[in-house]
Structures are given as C-alpha cells and as structure tokens.
C-alpha cells in the first residue's frame, strides 16, 4: 500500500517556509520575500512519487495577531496543524531557543499528528554552532532550503510518518489551487519586491476577471489599498509604478500559464481593509468564527 497525506509546514515569519515548500515540490508556487508575513493563506503543493503522495501546505508565519487580517492568517495555520498527518516546525538554525510550538502557535493542546523539528539555513552556520545544535535538539534535523542541503532526509522521515493511503490527488498534480491564485499570489511578490516601507502590506489582490480564450490571455486584477497615499505610491508618475509592477508580473506569470498575458491591472481604495472583518470576507479571507 502506498502512503499519502498532509503536510504542514509552520514556524516564525521569514523561518524559509515558502523557499523549502518550493524546494521540495520542484515548482515556485509560494512567493518568497525578506519581508516578514509575505504569506496570508496556506499554498498547498504536492510532491509525488511511486510509493508516496506528499501534500504540503505552506502556512502564514506564527505571530502575535495584532489586527483581523493577522487572526486570518493564525486561523489559517491551525487549520493546516488540525488537518495535518505530519508536522515540520520550521526553525531559524540561528535562533538560539525556538518556542515550542504549542506556545508559538497558540494551540490549546498538543498536535495530535508527529511534529519534526526542522532547522532551516543549515548552509549558513559553521561546524561549531551546528555540534552546539545538534547537542541540544537531538532528534532535529538540518535542511537548506536554498540549495537543498538535507532535504532528502526530511522527506525520508516525513515519508515514514505517513499513513498507508491511495493517493488522494492524481499523481501529475502539483497544486490543489487555481491558476488565479497564483496570478494573484504572482501579483503581490512583484509589489513586496517594488515598494518600501508600509505601503506593500496595504495592499490586497482580486483577480476580477481571467479569460483564457483570448490571445493573449486576459487578466483583470485588482489591488486593493487602505488608503488614497497608497494608492498615489502604488500608481506612480504618470502610471509608471503599476506599469512596471505589471512588466515584471507577466514574466512571472506567463510561464505558469505557458501562454501570452495581457495584465489589466486596477487600484481601488478599500479602506482599513486589514482591519474589517467584512472588508477580508470580501477579499476571501477566513477568520475563526468569534471575529467574524
């Protein structure tokens, strides 16, 4: 009987979450960022081979919520705890005392699924500091998400703890989410890589319209800000901010869809947005039931 099931990754913001989901599926689904809390909601990846299906969720960094779109953001990555059959609790290698996860996570209990403590960044640290580790988590294992470094190994243990199961997804998938999602996911990266500051966690992306029967490719999309500034930094002189965030979109974006985009992109005022509840449903957000 093979083995299949769900894998979710968590830890702090900026531990490298997406940049190992990515490494171990072979595919750049979860954008990357130095800019903490880059990630809002799980990305879901799926690596498979002959004896195994392993689904990853990529999670939302474990923080202290301060507004509504933060509680989003925790929900979501106890969602992804609750369904998991294996966790990695993925530490920073120069972190020299991670939070056990039940406190960093703000769970009630213990997980019920087998957590793998993960120091990520292996290739940064020197011999001595590595000894230093591995004397005081004995059962961690070290991984490099850059370049890979003990990622076989991680898979190795994650795959003995799974359940013998069919596979759950056909074997060819590498996602469960739609190409909008990324489109949209696509989107927000380039604006993370452009602008400073505050102005990038102001902002939201709604893909409005996606006609693939038109050649090039039709995307409307929608950046949605909190304030009437924002919206001024995030268009530019004359549109040449939006203009460039778009150039430098499509490439992103066009070799996911393997066709030609035309991005027709749009910046409305939707204010407070991070701190609405109803404002986040609109944008498709889930909050825990006693915020909504």
């Known amino acids: 009987m093979p083995r299949a ?6 830890g702090r913001p900026n531990a490298g979450k997406s940049t190992l989901l990515n490494r171990l599926v072979g595919e750049r689904l979860a954008i990357v960022s130095p800019k903490p809390q880059s990630t809002r909601d799980r990305v879901v990846g799926i690596l498979t081979d002959d004896a195994s299906q392993i689904v990853l969720f990529d999670t939302p960094g474990l923080l202290e919520p301060r507004y509504a779109l933060h509680r989003a953001m925790l929900h979501a990555a106890h969602q992804a ?8 609790h993925l530490v920073d290698a120069h972190d020299d005392r991670p939070t056990e996860l039940v406190v960093l996570a703000q769970l009630p209990a213990v997980p019920k699924a087998p957590v793998l403590l993960v120091l ?22 070290f991984v490099a998400g850059l370049d ?5 190994t991680l898979l190795d243990a994650v795959r003995a703890r799974l359940p013998e199961s069919p596979f759950l997804y056909d074997p060819d998938d590498v996602s469960t989410q739609q190409v909008r999602f990324f489109v949209s996911e696509f989107l927000r990266e380039t604006v993370l890589e452009q602008l400073e500051d505050e102005v990038p966690y102001g902002v939201a992306v709604v893909i409005d319209e996606f006609r693939e029967s038109k050649d090039p490719v039709y995307i409307r999309a929608v950046l949605h800000v909190e304030r009437e500034s924002q919206k001024r930094i995030l268009i530019g002189a004359a549109g040449a901010r939006i203009k460039a965030i778009g150039q430098v979109a499509r490439t992103k974006i066009e070799p996911l869809i393997g066709r030609p985009v035309f991005l027709d992109l749009w910046v409305k005022v939707l204010p407070n947005w991070r701190k609405s509840a109803s404002a986040l449903s609109r944008l498709g957000y889930t909050l825990p039931n006693e915020s909504r």
Do not use: C, M, W, Y
């Open 5 to 10: 099931g769900f894998v979710t990754i968590v």
């Open 81 to 88: 705890i609750a369904e998991a059959d294996v966790i990695v």
């Open 120 to 141: 990520n960044k292996a290739d940064s640290i020197d011999a001595e500091r590595r000894a230093v580790l591995q004397a005081r988590h004995p059962g961690a294992l």
């Open 148 to 152: 890979g470094q003990g990622v076989a």
